[in-house]
Protein backbone atom coordinates (compact mmCIF):
# COMPACT_ATOMS: atom_id res chain seq x y z
CA UNK A 1 0.00 0.00 0.00
CA UNK A 2 0.52 3.27 -0.36
CA UNK A 3 0.10 6.09 1.97
CA UNK A 4 0.82 10.50 0.51
CA UNK A 5 0.31 13.11 3.12
CA UNK A 6 0.87 16.70 2.30
CA UNK A 7 1.28 19.68 4.68
CA UNK A 8 2.19 23.26 3.59
CA UNK A 9 -1.44 24.50 3.24
CA UNK A 10 -2.54 27.48 4.90
CA UNK A 11 -3.96 31.28 4.74
CA UNK A 12 -1.67 33.75 2.03
CA UNK A 13 -2.17 36.87 1.09
CA UNK A 14 -2.45 37.78 -2.96
CA UNK A 15 0.82 38.10 -4.40
CA UNK A 16 2.25 35.67 -1.84
CA UNK A 17 3.66 32.06 -1.74
CA UNK A 18 3.37 28.74 -0.38
CA UNK A 19 5.31 25.91 -0.73
CA UNK A 20 3.46 22.33 -0.16
CA UNK A 21 4.87 19.04 0.68
CA UNK A 22 3.99 15.41 -0.08
CA UNK A 23 5.69 12.48 1.69
CA UNK A 24 4.95 9.37 0.60
CA UNK A 25 5.64 5.62 2.17
CA UNK A 26 4.91 2.16 1.02
CA UNK A 27 5.74 0.75 -2.09
CA UNK A 28 7.47 4.18 -3.39
CA UNK A 29 9.89 1.85 -5.69
CA UNK A 30 6.78 1.29 -7.45
CA UNK A 31 6.26 4.96 -8.32
CA UNK A 32 6.49 6.21 -12.15
CA UNK A 33 4.64 9.66 -11.51
CA UNK A 34 3.70 12.10 -8.84
CA UNK A 35 1.57 14.91 -9.51
CA UNK A 36 -0.65 18.12 -7.87
CA UNK A 37 -4.16 18.86 -8.14
CA UNK A 38 -6.60 21.16 -6.70
CA UNK A 39 -10.53 21.06 -6.00
CA UNK A 40 -12.49 24.29 -5.24
CA UNK A 41 -15.94 24.20 -3.87
CA UNK A 42 -18.18 22.75 -6.40
CA UNK A 43 -15.54 22.76 -9.45
CA UNK A 44 -14.22 19.76 -10.65
CA UNK A 45 -10.35 18.35 -9.39
CA UNK A 46 -7.95 20.94 -11.60
CA UNK A 47 -4.34 19.53 -12.51
CA UNK A 48 -1.69 21.49 -12.05
CA UNK A 49 2.02 20.19 -12.32
CA UNK A 50 3.07 16.45 -12.65
CA UNK A 51 6.66 14.80 -12.39
CA UNK A 52 8.13 11.76 -13.65
CA UNK A 53 9.55 9.76 -11.02
CA UNK A 54 12.82 8.64 -12.72
CA UNK A 55 13.59 11.13 -14.67
CA UNK A 56 12.07 14.28 -13.94
CA UNK A 57 10.07 14.77 -17.06
CA UNK A 58 7.37 17.33 -15.67
CA UNK A 59 4.07 19.05 -17.42
CA UNK A 60 2.01 22.03 -15.69
CA UNK A 61 -1.58 22.84 -16.82
CA UNK A 62 -1.28 27.11 -18.78
CA UNK A 63 -3.02 28.32 -16.17
CA UNK A 64 0.36 27.63 -13.33
CA UNK A 65 3.06 27.94 -16.36
CA UNK A 66 5.66 30.31 -14.40
CA UNK A 67 4.46 30.59 -11.04
CA UNK A 68 4.28 27.17 -10.28
CA UNK A 69 7.03 24.36 -10.01
CA UNK A 70 6.99 21.07 -9.00
CA UNK A 71 9.95 19.23 -7.89
CA UNK A 72 11.10 16.11 -5.72
CA UNK A 73 13.26 13.82 -3.80
CA UNK A 74 13.60 10.83 -4.32
CA UNK A 75 15.78 10.09 -1.49
CA UNK A 76 13.04 11.64 0.97
CA UNK A 77 9.93 10.23 -1.07
CA UNK A 78 8.70 14.13 -1.31
CA UNK A 79 7.44 15.87 -3.95
CA UNK A 80 7.10 19.98 -3.69
CA UNK A 81 5.08 22.23 -5.05
CA UNK A 82 6.13 25.71 -5.17
CA UNK A 83 3.56 28.02 -5.61
CA UNK A 84 4.50 32.24 -6.19
CA UNK A 85 1.98 34.98 -6.99
CA UNK A 86 -1.01 33.32 -5.71
CA UNK A 87 -4.51 34.58 -6.68
CA UNK A 88 -7.71 34.10 -4.60
CA UNK A 89 -9.06 32.36 -7.58
CA UNK A 90 -6.57 29.43 -6.28
CA UNK A 91 -8.14 29.13 -2.68
CA UNK A 92 -9.14 25.13 -2.51
CA UNK A 93 -7.89 21.62 -1.15
CA UNK A 94 -4.49 21.12 -2.71
CA UNK A 95 -4.16 16.92 -3.69
CA UNK A 96 -1.12 15.31 -4.38
CA UNK A 97 -1.09 11.87 -5.78
CA UNK A 98 0.85 8.82 -7.52
CA UNK A 99 0.56 6.36 -10.29
CA UNK A 100 2.17 3.34 -10.17
CA UNK A 101 0.61 2.27 -13.73
CA UNK A 102 3.65 1.30 -15.74
CA UNK A 103 4.01 2.81 -19.38
CA UNK A 104 2.46 5.73 -18.42
CA UNK A 105 3.18 8.45 -20.88
CA UNK A 106 4.58 11.84 -19.38
CA UNK A 107 2.06 13.11 -21.90
CA UNK A 108 -0.78 11.79 -19.82
CA UNK A 109 0.28 13.01 -16.21
CA UNK A 110 -2.48 15.44 -16.42
CA UNK A 111 -5.03 13.17 -16.48
CA UNK A 112 -6.63 12.42 -12.79
CA UNK A 113 -7.36 8.77 -13.51
CA UNK A 114 -3.82 8.63 -13.93
CA UNK A 115 -3.01 8.35 -10.93
CA UNK A 116 -4.52 5.05 -8.06
CA UNK A 117 -2.90 6.60 -5.13
CA UNK A 118 -4.27 10.40 -3.67
CA UNK A 119 -3.76 12.28 -0.42
CA UNK A 120 -6.31 13.58 1.92
CA UNK A 121 -5.44 17.31 1.03
CA UNK A 122 -4.40 20.60 2.04
CA UNK A 123 -6.36 23.81 2.11
CA UNK A 124 -4.74 26.32 0.68
CA UNK A 125 -7.11 30.17 0.95
CA UNK A 126 -5.89 33.30 -0.48
CA UNK A 127 -8.79 36.04 0.51
CA UNK A 128 -9.81 38.78 -1.44
Known amino acids: QVQLVESGGGLVQAGGSLRLSCVASGRTFSFYAMAWFRQAPGKEREFLAG????????DYADSVKGRFTISRDNAKNTVYLQMNSLKPENTAIYYC?????????????????????WGQGTQVTVPR
Open 51 to 58: ITWRNANT
Open 97 to 117: AASTKTGLSWTALGIVSSYNY
